[in-house]
């Protein structure tokens, strides 16, 4: 195997690599961290029977704030 070859490889597999983190495991990681946050701020708040609209809206702005 050439040294062009190994090259090659390498930036295809970093390539795949950060793909991968950016498309699938970094949306997953802030849309579980921002469901977290939005059941904390409705459980703290006494929101218990917080309205759908209201908790979708929380949870909205939180992905936002994240990028997503």
Not at 8 to 23: D, I, K, N, V
Not at 61 to 66: D, I, N, S, T, Y
Request: include cysteine; proline fraction near 3%.
């Amino acid at each position: 195997m050439t040294k062009f070859q190994k090259l090659f490889l390498l930036l295809l597999l970093s390539f795949l690599l950060g793909s991968f983190y950016w498309f699938q495991y970094r949306p997953y990681q802030i849309k579980k961290k921002c469901f977290e946050i939005t059941m904390k701020i409705a459980n703290e708040s006494s929101m218990l029977n917080l309205l759908e609209p209201e908790s979708d809206r929380l949870y909205k702005m939180c992905l936002h704030g994240f990028g997503l």
